[in-house]
């Protein structure tokens, strides 16, 4: 052991190792977990912050390893997006949230709006939307009631198709949403360019708006212009009463984020959907 100690690249290359085998069997893994039924959502309550009912759910996708346990999304989805594992599993993905979203709507008065995460890849591919209709005709679910997230880091590459994917979602019914906005390439000619109907203020901005003024203006900004071309603005990761009170008082209406709840087991999240919300 002194030995190793005085050699710590060694152990860093040990570690590195282990760590790239450990990728390599979770691509391979990745193949089954379908079929093996390892894959399953978690939904975090989305509330509307004046009245505090709840008005939608992101949907948040975890894999249940036989040997390794629970894994974060974190673990999985790059590997996922390299190997190409991402179509089958946005597609399960996309039809879980559909059928979830019937079951929890059908007969509700005031619908919740269920969000699905959706990887670029999925987005570019040539029968998206065909799967999109696919999948609404199939479960039941009204177009209306789905909303795909699509990360904005990732909006740059073919923006000419990414539109048309758009157009053609948004005349389904289907809402869009760019997530994590203000991260990546942060023009806000996208906002008046792209038919989206949701924008999600990144966790970073909401962490930084009690503290920085600048931020402040920022956010103030995004929440107004969404005000104006009438997309919903929703802000992600509110952690404590302070950030609340502030994204409040820069006029956003929607917002997710452990103060209200983590994501939730699907038993959970029937709990909270019972004790939150006017049905
Ligand atoms: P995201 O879409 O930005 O999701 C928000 C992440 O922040 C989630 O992590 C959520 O659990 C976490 N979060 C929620 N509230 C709070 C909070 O108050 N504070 C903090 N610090 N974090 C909060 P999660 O579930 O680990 O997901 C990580 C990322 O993985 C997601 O980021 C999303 O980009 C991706 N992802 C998740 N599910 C899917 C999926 O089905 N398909 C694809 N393509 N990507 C997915
Ligand atoms: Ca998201
Ligand atoms: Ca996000
Ligand atoms: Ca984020």
């Known amino acids: 052991s002194k030995a190793m100690a005085s050699h710590p690249p060694h152990r860093f290359a040990a570690a590195d190792e282990r760590d790239a085998s450990n990728r390599i069997r979770l691509a391979n893994d990745l193949q089954a977990a379908i079929p093996n039924e390892e894959l399953l959502l978690h939904y975090q309550p989305q509330l509307d912050l004046h009245s505090g009912n709840i008005v939608g759910a992101e949907a948040l996708v975890r894999w249940n390893h036989g040997v390794f346990g629970l894994q974060s999304p974190s673990r999985f989805i790059g590997v996922a997006e390299e190997t190409g594992a991402i179509l089958d599993i946005g597609a399960w993905a996309l039809r879980t949230v559909a059928k979830q979203a019937m079951r929890i709507n059908d007969g509700r008065r005031t619908p919740i709006r269920f969000s699905c995460n959706v990887s670029v890849l999925e987005f570019t591919r040539r029968d998206m939307v065909a799967f999109v209709e696919q999948v609404v005709a199939e479960t039941g679910c009204r177009p209306e009631w789905l909303t795909l997230e699509l990360t904005e880091s990732l909006m740059m590459p073919e923006p000419a198709e990414v539109l048309r994917v758009f157009r053609d979602l948004r005349g ?67 952690e404590t009463d302070a950030e609340l009170s502030v994204v409040k008082s820069l006029g956003c209406s929607v917002g997710q984020g452990y103060l209200y709840s983590p994501p939730l087991d699907t038993t959970a999240f029937d709990a909270f959907i019972k004790y939150h919300a006017i049905s």
Request: no cysteine; hydrophobic share 45%.
């Open 172 to 238: 389904l019914g289907v809402e869009i949403s760019i997530d994590d906005f203000g991260t990546g390439y942060s023009n806000l000619r996208y906002l008046e360019r792209f038919p989206l109907t949701e924008i999600k203020i990144d966790r970073s901005f909401v962490r930084d708006v009690v503290h920085s003024p600048a931020k402040r203006v920022i956010v103030e900004s995004i929440i107004k212009l969404g005000g104006v071309l009438d997309i919903r603005v929703v802000a992600e990761g509110i």
